[in-house]
T-cell receptor, first 114, second 117 residues
Framework: GENVEQHPSTLSVQEGDSAVIKCTYS??????FPWYKQELGKRPQLIID?????GEKKDQRIAVTLNKTAKHFSLHITETQPEDSAVYFC?????????????FGAGTRLAVHP | DAGVIQSPRHEVTEMGQEVTLRCKPI?????LFWYRQTMMRGLELLIY????????DSGMPEDRFSAKMPNASFSTLKIQPSEPRDSAVYFC???????????????FGEGSRLTVL
């Protein structure tokens, strides 16, 4: 079935440390993998995405890696800051009826302590 | 563009009442999604439309839920009758193109927080 598993569910780090969140997906046809950040009481917003034709993408302190063979992808945040504290969701595209829909992981609550 | 606009932002109602949530997607976006967010189940896709046509409603939990998109700039999600377990934040999102091999970025609205007593 359509499934995206995300770990860990909660993550606590000290300011300046790195944070890594991992996701696995079930549909081998998935080709788009975005990451969304949701601050408390706010809407989810895209922070980075990767398509299946690349293995890694970086944007300042944020990077995403993709292993299509193993069907897993990860979000890496370096030099974490208190404002990185939020819930992070991974997602994978699933083919349905000729169109693509996004299925989300359960989310990771990241807390960055000063 | 003002982004995806949802109303109401908050709704408190009593069990058995009808609830209608509204969404205006970003102009020019041809795909619209309704998600439900709860602590227990995370972000669940309920239904999505492409060019105003429902494509996949397999996530709609029960017949009490229905969604329409009468034109490119408006969609509704209706719950009738509502139950306490429907309490959640309902997000509408739109994107430019999910057909073919390409998936576009999803832009979410602010959400509608529903509480059913």
């Amino acid at each position: 079935g359509e499934n995206v598993e995300q770990h860990p569910s909660t993550l606590s780090v000290q300011e300046g440390d790195s944070a890594v969140i991992k996701c696995t997906y079930s549909d081998s046809a998935s080709n788009y993998f975005p990451w969304y950040k949701q601050e408390l009481g706010k809407r989810p917003q895209l922070i980075i995405d990767i398509r299946s034709n690349v293995g890694e993408k970086k944007d300042q302190r944020i990077a995403v890696t993709l292993n299509k063979t193993a069907k897993h992808f990860s979000l890496h945040i370096t030099e974490t800051q208190p404002e990185d504290s939020a819930v992070y969701f991974c997602a994978a595209s699933i083919r349905s009826g000729g169109y693509n829909k996004l299925i989300f992981g359960a989310g990771t609550r990241l807390a960055v302590h000063p | 563009d003002a982004g995806v606009i949802q109303s109401p932002r908050h709704e408190v109602t009593e069990m058995g009442q009808e609830v209608t949530l509204r969404c205006k997607p970003i102009s020019g976006h041809n795909s619209l999604f309704w998600y439900r967010q709860t602590m227990m189940r995370g972000l669940e896709l309920l239904i999505y439309f492409n060019n105003n046509v429902p494509i996949d409603d397999s996530g709609m939990p029960e017949d009490r839920f229905s969604a329409k998109m009468p034109n490119a700039s408006f969609s509704t999600l209706k719950i009738q009758p509502s139950e306490p377990r429907d309490s959640a934040v309902y997000f509408c999102a739109s994107s430019l193109g999910t057909s073919g091999a390409r998936t576009g970025e999803l832009f979410f609205g602010e959400g509608s927080r529903l509480t059913v007593l």
